[in-house]
């Protein structure tokens, strides 16, 4: 009997099964229900032609109003009955929420108006996961204030206007912004390489 070696084998793609076991019921919500610094943060995932991507999953993380970091444990509350998940709590903010995109590749998530920290600008942080990418993306999300210069980031300092407009949301009425995410192609959203 001859024995074949086991050779490497290149990273395996990502998805598209995000709609099983990922995505839980309020997962968008990460404001605790009804306080007063809470903003929409919604955009569409893009792949390279511009057409929607509607089996992504998108994660936020970021600081609360005052620039800290949650420290708090999870949110979510499981039936007792059945073990499934029946959603956050609406009290306790951690900062993170995952959402899957819908039928056209839309995703929103309500969380609080970030803080300033470290000499950054305010922003969300965001990692990407979608069918076709061998390994989930990051980038970031900066929610400019009219009269803020976000350029004074250092991340966003160190990139051309055309590139650094890909981070910016863009403020829409009623605490809201949008943010579309551009997997290739002509305005390619920047990504960052973490190592």
């Known amino acids: 009997m001859t024995t074949i070696p086991a050779l490497p084998t290149p990273s395996h793609t990502v998805g598209p099964f995000y709609g099983y076991a990922l995505p839980f019921p309020g997962g968008g919500d990460a ?6 610094d809470t903003i929409t943060v919604h955009g569409h995932v ?3 032609d ?4 509607p089996d992504a999953l998108v994660e936020f993380w970021g600081p609360g109003p005052d620039g800290e970091l ?3 444990a999870g949110s979510l509350r499981r039936d007792p009955v059945t073990g499934g998940f029946l959603g956050r709590d609406s009290v306790r903010f951690t900062g993170f929420g995952r959402v899957p995109t819908d039928a056209d590749g839309h995703w929103a998530v309500r969380t609080l108006r970030p803080g300033a920290r ?7 942080s965001v990692c990407v996961f979608a069918r076709g ?3 989930h993306l990051f980038t970031r999300v900066y929610l400019p204030e009219p009269g803020e210069r976000p350029a004074a980031d250092p991340l966003l300092a160190s990139l051309s206007p055309a590139r650094r407009a890909t981070l910016l949301a863009v403020p829409e009425p009623r605490e809201t912004y949008r943010f579309d995410i551009r997997l290739q192609g002509e305005a390619e959203t920047v990504f960052l390489e973490f190592t």
């Open 50 to 53: 511009g057409a929607p991507v």
């Open 31 to 36: 404001a605790p229900a009804g306080h007063p």
């Open 118 to 124: 470290g000499g950054n600008a305010p922003y969300l």
């Open 133 to 135: 990418l061998t390994h």
């Open 70 to 72: 949650p420290r708090a």
């Open 46 to 48: 893009l792949d390279g």
